[in-house]
């Protein structure tokens, strides 16, 4: 059964202070990891695909890496827009007619002016 | 502008009485699926669709039924709603399930639907 586990579950960070949110998976073949921003009473927004392991990709003041076992998603001198719940997804290779993805339970990034 | 809508936005209704959250996606999206959010479970997900007339159920089927009639539309229909179904729900849709069209696997969702059953 694929698994997907987020660490640490809430973070409070003060404006500029660079931090890291961390996605470690397990599945039967990665097709693909994905990154979701969500704020609150809002769907999900997509930030990132990660396809194979050592890939990075950016936007902005995020950067999102991909290892065997993990994702890491980095955030560079934050500011209080940052502040969402980020959200870690995993499709598997296969899975027969569903595109479907197994997520976490997020990250709720708060940053302080 | 692109986008998944769901109606309606919030809900309030009683247990037993029949209920239909209605998904429409204007990007000729192939690929559409519900999912319901709660705390400390994060998003999991329902039924889902891979294209008209195709659906198929997801990990939480449970009390839940759907259609797909039209490509751009895909209602979620509780028959008797149960209070463990208060939740927030979310309709998705991505163009294919084909990764190798870039960004064709990514999900779109709408802003969710929060459903109160008392």
């Known amino acids: 059964e694929d698994q997907v586990t987020q660490s640490p579950e809430a973070l409070r960070l003060q404006e500029g202070e660079s931090s890291s949110l961390n996605c470690s998976y397990t599945?039967?073949?990665?097709?693909?990891l994905f990154w979701y921003r969500q704020d609150p009473g809002k769907g999900p927004e997509f930030l990132f695909t990660?396809?194979?392991a050592g890939e990075e990709k950016e936007k902005e003041r995020l950067k999102a890496t991909l290892t065997k076992k993990e994702s890491f998603l980095h955030i560079t001198a934050p500011k209080p827009e940052d502040s969402a719940t980020y959200l870690c997804a995993v499709q598997p290779r296969g899975g027969g007619s569903n595109y479907k993805l197994t997520f976490g339970k997020g990250t709720l990034l708060t940053v302080n002016p | 502008e692109a986008q998944v809508t769901q109606n309606p936005r919030y809900l309030i209704t009683v247990t037993g009485k029949k209920l239909t959250v209605t998904c429409s996606q204007n990007m000729n999206h192939e690929y559409m699926s519900w999912y319901r959010q709660d705390p400390g479970l994060g998003l999991r997900q329902i039924y889902y669709s891979m294209n008209v007339e195709v659906t198929d159920k997801g990990d939480v089927p449970e009390g839940y039924k759907v259609s797909r009639k039209e490509k751009r539309n895909f209602p979620l229909i509780l028959e008797s709603p149960s209070p463990n179904q208060t939740s927030l729900y979310f309709c998705?849709?991505?163009?294919?399930?084909?990764?190798?069209?870039?960004?064709?696997?990514?999900?779109?969702f709408g802003a969710g639907s929060r459903l109160t059953v008392l």
């Open positions: 990660l396809y194979s």
């Open positions: 599945v039967s073949g990665l097709r693909g």
């Open positions: 998705a849709s991505s163009l294919s399930r084909s990764a190798g069209v870039p960004g064709a696997n990514v999900l779109t």
